[in-house]
């Protein structure tokens, strides 16, 4: 999670998710969208590398990368346990947001207001 806390991974991960790219085309892409260096980016790989998430192979001159997707499934079981705890409250929320505009609606809809209860009184 901590190697996934940085912008600049993030894309390197989603930019592998397609499968496995050099290390100069990663540095290409990374460095176009985000103004960072070849070797800046070389230091982004290396700690995804280290916590797990990427892997590299040498092929010839050319070093590969491509996602491991162990950590990435983890990643995962995580956001299901949270999504799990938050999804009944904010549908709870949602449910009641909703209620509030219903009511506002129809109280700017009746022109005399609410009606008087059985004492004549407006409450």
Not at 62 to 87: G, I, K, Q, T
């Amino acid at each position: 999670m901590d190697a996934l806390g940085d912008p600049v991974r993030r894309r390197l991960v989603e930019l592998l998710a397609s499968g496995a790219r050099s290390a100069g085309d990663l540095a290409d892409a990374v460095g176009a969208e985000f103004g960072i260096s070849q070797p800046a980016t070389s230091r982004h790989l290396r700690v995804l590398r280290e916590a797990g998430v990427v892997e590299s192979r040498a092929q010839g001159p050319v070093r590969l990368y491509s996602v491991r997707p162990e950590p990435l499934a983890e990643v995962e079981r995580w956001a299901r346990d949270v999504r799990s705890y938050w999804e009944p409250r904010l549908d709870a929320l949602g449910t009641e947001v909703a209620r509030g505009k219903r009511e506002r609606r129809r109280a700017s809809a009746d022109p005399a207001g609410p009606p008087d209860d059985e004492h004549g009184r407006n409450p």
